[in-house]
């Protein structure tokens, strides 16, 4: 092939290749907003999980999935994991949240590792509260690369019309809702 042949396929190449770019940036949601704050001693309690997109360490839970969080003196929030196996055996993980940022800040790290690896930065998973009704009874929870959703209520079963309009809002923050799983009650 003739080198300005090549130069010239080459140039359309680098042109494609841009304007694919392009529109993939604009394609990409905007950064992942949460809500303005979080009253933390309100939020404390039990929580059952409705859906989640699937992830690896929940990938042995078949249902009855919950959430315990309570408050403990240093200001850490006590978490505590529990869903039950496929084999019907109840599973449980306690892990440690703490809330990045002033006290009503609805960011937070949550690690589930020993607590003698806590200075290890890997071990720490953001949890962001993206999404609450009013009567803290129905949240969302991700992180900023909507990798991970889970939604969350304070009773195992949710009004759909309420469901319906926390899936509008979500899709309006860029989560695919296809990829969400209704956990099993």
Request: proline share 8%; glycine share 8%.
């Amino acid at each position: 092939m003739p080198a300005p042949l090549r130069i010239v396929l080459a140039g359309l190449l680098l042109i494609i290749d841009g304007s694919s770019s392009a529109t993939a940036a604009q394609m990409a949601p905007a950064p992942l907003g949460t809500i303005p704050h979080l009253d933390v001693p309100r939020y404390m309690g039990v929580w059952y999980e409705v859906a989640k997109y699937p992830n690896r360490f929940q990938a042995g839970c078949a249902g009855e999935t919950s959430a315990t969080y309570s408050l403990q003196a240093n200001g850490t929030v006590k978490v505590v994991n529990r869903c039950k196996r496929t084999g019907g055996k109840m599973d449980e993980a306690v892990g440690v949240a703490r809330q990045i940022g002033g006290p009503t800040s609805p960011k937070l790290k949550v690690r589930f590792a020993p607590w003698w690896l806590s200075w290890v930065p890997a071990v720490w998973g953001d949890y962001w509260v993206i999404d609450l009704d009013p009567g803290y009874r129905l949240v969302a929870i991700s992180e900023p690369r909507r990798k991970y959703l889970w939604v969350l209520s304070r009773t195992p079963t949710v009004a759909p019309a309420a469901y319906q309009a926390l899936l509008s809002r979500l899709q309006t923050q860029g989560f695919d809702l296809a990829k969400l799983e209704i956990t099993k009650q």
